[in-house]
């Protein structure tokens, strides 16, 4: 029997192991099908700081939830063998070091044939994740949900930030560039070529004022239907989101997706060949009331829903 979520009637909500949904601790990624993996960093964010809480916030979150998907019929831990592998240890004063870590742990996740499941920490953690992933299944396709490209060359002169890594994965040949979808970008920018940049390297952009108050499950099948069987990653920033909905994050940007809009977009992308997701930026000082953690924890788990073999 796979592992199992502790259920809410074996030992109340607010007891028990904080791990995600309450599984099993797993020192290793062997024998596991999905890894829950925590990177509390905050170390690469360029405004308000506090990400480095957000795996603990997400994890104490995930306590209500239950095992059985009432929406989907999705039952992922009948399916697949999953725990919680614990946290990066990051170095919390020298960011190259801490994306070194970083590769490396997750270099052993996807060489032991692990889907990462990843609690964020800021959006630098992705790069080295790409990295790990491609050392193993070659360059990659990509879903980044996100209100910000994040493709700057430099920020305060440094090339890894939480604001570089999809500039620096394109650069290096961990993506398939054609096959890249950025989903929700909107706000301000320092020229149009903050949005258009990637367009011109085979990004697909899609901003967010093309999707207000439009149901997302058209695009999600466009998306599908563009990756085909290549593995896939999703990157999820909780912060393309509007900050009505997830104020707990470093660089809220107004006008953003809604809840519904997110899960069509994630329950429309099964059957895409997922390798390993994120969810990133949640701060939780920003929201005392736990309600970004609490989006965070549902949206990680509509991802595990989606995963092949569910």
């Not at 994965?169 to 096959?179: D, F, P, S, V």
């Not at 912060?239 to 429309?268: F, H, M, N, V």
Request: charged letters at 20%; one cysteine or more.
């Amino acid at each position: 029997m796979h592992n199992q979520p502790l259920g809410g009637n074996e030992m109340p909500r607010f007891g028990g192991p904080n791990t995600f949904m309450r599984l099993p601790v797993a020192e290793t990624p062997d024998g596991l099908d999905v890894a829950f993996v925590g990177v509390p960093m905050d170390i690469g964010a360029s405004w308000r700081s506090g990400t480095r809480f957000g795996p603990k916030a997400i994890r104490g979150e995930s306590a209500m939830l239950r095992p059985y998907n009432m929406s989907t019929g999705a039952a992922p831990f009948e399916r697949l063998n999953c725990a919680d592998i614990g946290d990066v240890a990051i170095n919390t004063f020298d960011l190259k070091d801490s994306v070194k870590r970083i590769e490396a742990y997750f270099g052993n996740v996807f060489a032991a044939g692990v889907t990462p499941m990843t609690m964020g920490g800021d959006h630098t953690l992705t790069l080295p994740i790409l990295r790990a992933a491609t050392a193993v299944h070659g360059p990659i396709a990509l879903i980044h949900v996100d209100a910000h490209a994040d493709i700057n060359d430099r920020m305060f002169g440094e090339e890894i930030a939480h604001g570089t890594p999809f500039r620096r994965a394109y650069e290096e040949g961990l993506l398939q560039a054609e096959h890249v979808w950025q989903v929700g970008l909107r706000g301000t920018g320092y020229s149009a070529q903050d949005f258009d940049e990637a367009r011109g390297w085979g990004f697909h952009v899609e901003t967010c004022d093309t999707l207000w108050q439009k149901s997302l499950t058209p695009l999600a099948e466009r998306i599908r239907a563009d990756v085909g069987s290549r593995p896939v990653y999703l990157s999820f920033d909780i912060d393309s989101l509007d900050p009505a909905y997830a104020p707990g994050t470093g660089t809220p940007e107004i006008a953003g997706l809604t809840p519904p809009q997110a899960l069509q977009l994630i329950r429309g992308l099964r059957g895409v060949n997922l390798i390993g997701c994120d969810l990133v930026e949640v701060s939780p000082p920003y929201d005392p009331s736990g309600n970004t953690a609490l989006t965070g924890a549902n949206l990680l788990y509509e991802m595990l829903c989606i995963l092949p073999g569910v």
